[in-house]
């Protein structure tokens, strides 16, 4: 960040728009069926939060995101049933959804390069708790910001077994989905009123 705040400048606040973003997880298969499945690419659909900072100098930066998983939505084209199998062992056996009804990600620290007027380069460091583990976690984005909503781009990938989440598996194990997720987010967020 840089330093010096200006004097009299308060936070402004921003908060996350889940209808105008688009926040997705891949999944990678493996196992000896690997060749005929797919790599699910699966909505993130309710999730909210927002982004404070100083205008201008972008100092005193945070982030909040809150992610409800029993929204997650399977993308990808499939057989109704094999879609509900995989929605159903998300939620039930690897997410576990009704232990743990929240994905939290908070930020420590936020740096930010400008790199024009309205571009920004940021890098964010925080802690993410997911299957009620909390682990340090840091991402780069970029956002645009246009005073009228600011639009933060980039990805980021996990270890599910970092968060004590065991890889699914399917068709009695000869499928099963690697460790690495891979996230992608593209979220627009809105001055608060």
Request: avoid cysteine; charge should be negative.
């Amino acid at each position: 960040m840089q330093s010096g705040t200006q004097k009299g400048l308060a936070n402004v606040r921003y908060v996350l728009d889940k209808n105008a973003s688009r926040f997705t997880v891949q999944a990678f298969s493996t196992g000896l069926l690997s060749a005929f499945g797919h790599d699910p690419t699966i909505a993130i659909r309710d999730f909210d939060g927002d982004v404070e900072f100083v205008p201008e100098t972008y100092e005193k930066a945070t982030l909040r995101v809150n992610v409800k998983p029993s929204t997650f939505e399977v993308l990808d084209e499939m057989k109704r049933d094999d879609r509900e199998k995989l929605q159903r062992d998300m939620f039930e056996k690897v997410l576990e959804v009704d232990r743990f009804p929240n994905i939290t990600y908070e930020s420590n620290q936020i740096s930010v390069q400008k790199l024009d007027e309205h571009l920004l380069q940021v890098h964010v460091v925080g802690e993410l708790t997911l299957h009620g583990v909390t682990e340090p976690h840091a991402f780069d984005a970029r956002v645009q910001n246009s005073n009228m909503s600011l639009r933060i781009s980039g990805e980021f990938a996990i270890r599910q077994s970092n968060y004590d989440i065991k890889p699914a598996s399917f068709v009695g194990g000869t499928l099963r989905l690697k460790d690495d997720l891979k996230f992608k987010f593209e979220i627009v967020a809105k001055p608060a009123s």
